[in-house]
C-alpha cells in the first residue's frame, strides 16, 4: 500500500503534466515524470551530482551530530537543575522562535568561510527541537524511579545514566527525528542563498537557467535524502528502546500504572473471593 500510494501519485503527476492541465493549477510548465527520471539517469552518470550529494550529506551530519549532543545536554542540564534554567532558559526562549535561516547573515559575519556557517546553520536549526525534547521528557519522568535508586545507595551520575537518560529516550528520540527534518529544510535554504556545491545550491543554479527537470531532480533528491536520515533515525531509536513496551504498530508504549504491576493476591483460608 506504501508503494501503491507513491506510484499513484506519480502517475497523477505525469498525467497532469503530459497533458498540460491549466485549470485554477497550472501544469502547463511542469516536467513529466520520465523527462524528469532521464534527467536524473544523466546526472548520476556525472561527478557533479555525487559531489553535491556528498557535501549536503557532510554538512547535514555534522551539524545534525553537533546539535545532538548539546541539545541531549542542555535539555537534561534545564530539566534537572534550577540554576542552569534560571541562567539559560529565558535565553534560549528568546532564540528559539528565530528561523536558522534568518542566521545567515550573522554566520556569514561570524565564521570565515561559507562552509562553517552553512554547519553552524544546520546545527541552529536541530539545536532547539532536540532540547525542547529533551527538557520535557526529562521533567515527565515520575521521581518514584529516582527515589528508588538513591534509596539502595546510587548517586547522581547513575541516577543519570540509570533513570533518566533511558526514561527520557522516546521523547529525546522525538526531537531527533523532527530536527534532522528541520536540519534539511534550512542546510538547502542556506545552500541557495550562500552555499558553494550541495543539492540546495545545485537546484537553485537550475532554476536560475529555467532547467525545470534539474529542479525537479534536487527536490527529490532532497526528499530521498531526508527520508532516509530519518529513517535512520527512527531504525536507531528502536534498536535503543527495545526494552520498551511496544503497541502494534511497532511505537513504544507506554508504563502500566502503578496498580497493574500489583500482582493478584491469592484468597485466604475462609475469605470471600469476587462473584
Known sequence: MRAASVLGALAVWQLLAQFRVDLWLRFSQFPTVTETARELAGRLGGPA???????????????????????????TA???SSLVSDLFGPLLEILRP?????????????FPSNEQGIV???????????????????RALTPVWEEAVR?????????????????????????????VGVS???????????????????????YTVVDYPGVFVGMATIGLLGWLTSTAVEVLGRRVTRWLPRTANGAPG????????????????????PS
Do not use: K, N
Request: hydrophobic share 50%; net charge positive.
Open 151 to 179: 534509596t539502595m545507595g546510587g548517586g547522581r551520575w547513575r541516577v543519570l545514566w540509570s533513570v533518566v537518560l533511558p526514561g527520557a529516550l522516546p521523547g529525546i528520540l522525538g526531537g531527533l527525528s523532527v530536527g
Open 254 to 273: 507506554t508504563y502500566p500504572r502503578r496498580g497493574r504491576w500489583r500482582a493478584a493476591r491469592p484468597a485466604a483460608a475462609g475469605e470471600r473471593g
Open 120 to 138: 553552524f546553520i544546520t546545527f541552529a536549526a536541530a539545536f532547539f527541537p532536540v532540547t525542547v525534547s529533551t527538557r520535557h521528557a526529562v
Open 49 to 75: 551530482y555525487w559531489q553535491d550529494l556528498t557535501d549536503s550529506l557532510t554538512r547535514i551530519l555534522g551539524g545534525f551530530a553537533l546539535a545532538a549532543v548539546l541539545g541531549v545536554t542542555v535539555g
Open 98 to 110: 528565530i528561523p536558522a535561516i534568518a542566521l545567515v547573515p550573522v554566520a556569514i559575519l561570524l
Open 184 to 206: 534539511w529544510i534550512c542546510v538547502i535554504s542556506a545552500e541557495m542563498i550562500s552555499g558553494e556545491y550541495g543539492v540546495g545550491y545545485r537546484t537553485w543554479q537550475d
Open 78 to 80: 534545564l530539566a534537572r
